[in-house]
């Protein structure tokens, strides 16, 4: 519909109450809702919040940044264009927030802030980045724990990889779900049964990086949601179940030329014709920006204890620092593109990300790792169409393959060494993220696994 300007407004008549959601440094979707009788007034003035918020882990342990403590108030801000109807909570609908100071500017820790930010450097240069995240999780039911622990996620199935039972076992699940996706505007693509017991893959169509960010997040709340809904519990973490299959959330890009009006234009930048596996020079050179940066990215990427438990070798997740024709075990690949379509659907897929990262933090900081590359004419080296752990530590040493953190500590310690992404990411985001993230690290390192899961499990 049209507002009185003239401008797109979205019908919120049906909507009781619309959640105002934003991502906090823990991964975790959070948010507060405005009532539909004062709703057009909170679209302008925002719902105030206490910015000690940004500095609480996914354990909702209190953590102590200076500039997040019990004084001080931001304005969670919803952007209208976002909104879309949560068919899984009827009466209830949701829209993407920003986190903003009073006097309406975008506060240093704001999450979408920083995607934004990045986008803008990307267009200063001529170009514009449209994404996908491909994320996976786990259907099952919250149960009491056999030996009388914690409670465990038990799967709805323990069919095989792409099998037609799976299919049939998630089949009420699976059609709910498409449908309130396609309510929402989120355009499925792809459903199929994964390699773990109770595991889904829908994959929802690309946009440009914001959007594509703000896609996930409602995502995330309604695979969650129409599970609930049905008796059932989804998880998209890394591990949720120690000894099956992890869940990722691999990141699709490809660059764009830059539209007359900042969005992405008509011609793919990442393709070439001429090139073996049909790249340009952009491309390889953003390539080697993310294999430069790839360390430090894990931090942001792989946003918890519980992502290291499934980023290892062997286990198509990737671990090492290399990239390759469709090479599954490479932390980025190129991907095959459609016959017919090959300059439309020309793109690379970034394979160390889950679900537990907070979208924003991660898409932003691949853009800039990417820009770097770009930048700097950095070059991404040989690709590698083996599996990098079939090689020797000579062979990979040669070539410059290095193993990823296998840790989140590790992870945070790289991110904190780059200088890029520390600068990039600010002094108050980079104090908080880091702040918060450790105090994740130290919890977890003195539980076991079945602690571990069980808090990944039923955050995410």
């Known amino acids: 519909m049209e507002n009185e300007g003239g401008g797109w407004a979205p019908d919120f008549d049906a909507a009781e109450l619309v959640r105002f959601l934003y991502v906090d440094h823990g991964g975790v979707v959070r948010g507060k809702a405005a009532s539909h009788s004062r709703l057009q ?8 919040h206490t910015v000690a918020m940004m500095a609480m882990n996914m354990l909702d342990q209190l953590q102590d940044v200076r500039g997040m403590g019990p004084v001080g108030e931001v304005r969670i ?23 903003r100071n009073l006097d309406g500017s975008p506060w240093a820790a704001c999450p979408r802030a920083f995607l934004r930010d990045a986008i803008a450097e990307l267009a200063e240069h001529g170009l514009a980045l449209v994404a996908a995240f491909e994320p996976e999780f786990t259907l099952g039911r919250r149960v009491p724990s056999p030996d009388g622990g914690l409670d465990v996620l038990e799967p709805v199935d323990d069919s095989l990889c792409y099998s037609s039972t799976g299919f049939d076992r998630a089949h009420d699940y699976a059609v709910t779900l498409l449908r309130a996706l396609h309510a929402q505007g989120l355009e499925p693509e792809h459903y199929y049964p994964e390699l773990g017991h ?28 129409t599970a609930f809904r049905q008796g059932l519990w989804a998880s998209l973490a890394p591990k949720p179940i120690a000894d099956q299959a992890g869940n990722g959330c691999h990141v699709h890009l490809s660059l764009w030329e830059l539209g007359s009006g900042g969005e992405p234009g008509r011609r793919n930048l990442m393709y070439d ?40 070798p062997r286990m198509w997740s990737s671990a090492f620092t290399c990239y390759g024709m469709d090479n ?26 889950d679900s537990s990262a907070n979208p924003y933090l991660a898409l932003g900081a ?77 919890d977890f390192a003195t539980h076991d696994a079945a602690y571990e899961c069980f808090h990944h499990f039923t955050k995410f």
Do not use: W
């Not at 050179?285 to 438990?309: D, W």
């Open 41 to 48: 007034e909170r679209v302008t003035t925002g719902i105030g």
């Open 77 to 99: 801000v919803p952007d209208p264009t976002t909104y879309v109807p949560l068919p899984y909570a009827p009466g209830a609908g949701a829209m993407l927030a920003d986190l």
């Open 198 to 225: 109770g595991q889904q893959e829908l994959s929802i169509r690309h946009a440009p990086a914001l959007a594509a960010a703000d896609r996930h997040v409602i995502y995330r709340e309604t695979v969650r949601g």
């Open 273 to 312: 014709a001429a090139d073996t596996y049909g790249m340009s020079s952009t491309a390889y050179h953003f390539i080697g920006g993310l294999l430069a940066h790839l360390p430090a990215l894990t931090g942001l990427t792989c946003g918890s204890v519980n992502s290291f438990r499934r980023l290892a």
């Open 328 to 353: 599954r075990e490479a932390a980025v690949r190129i991907c095959s593109p459609m016959r017919g379509r090959e300059a439309a659907s020309s793109n690379i897929e970034f394979k160390p990300s």
């Open 366 to 442: 691949l853009i800039h790792a990417g820009l770097d590359g770009v930048r700097e004419n950095i070059s991404p080296g040989t690709p590698v169409n083996v599996d990098p752990a079939t090689l020797s530590p000579e062979q990979r040493a040669e070539a410059a393959i290095e193993r990823l953190p296998d840790s989140l500590d590790a992870a945070l310690n790289a991110l904190e060494a780059d200088e890029l992404l520390m600068s990039r990411l600010g002094p108050l985001r980079s104090s908080a993220y880091l702040t918060v993230k450790r105090s994740e690290a130290q």
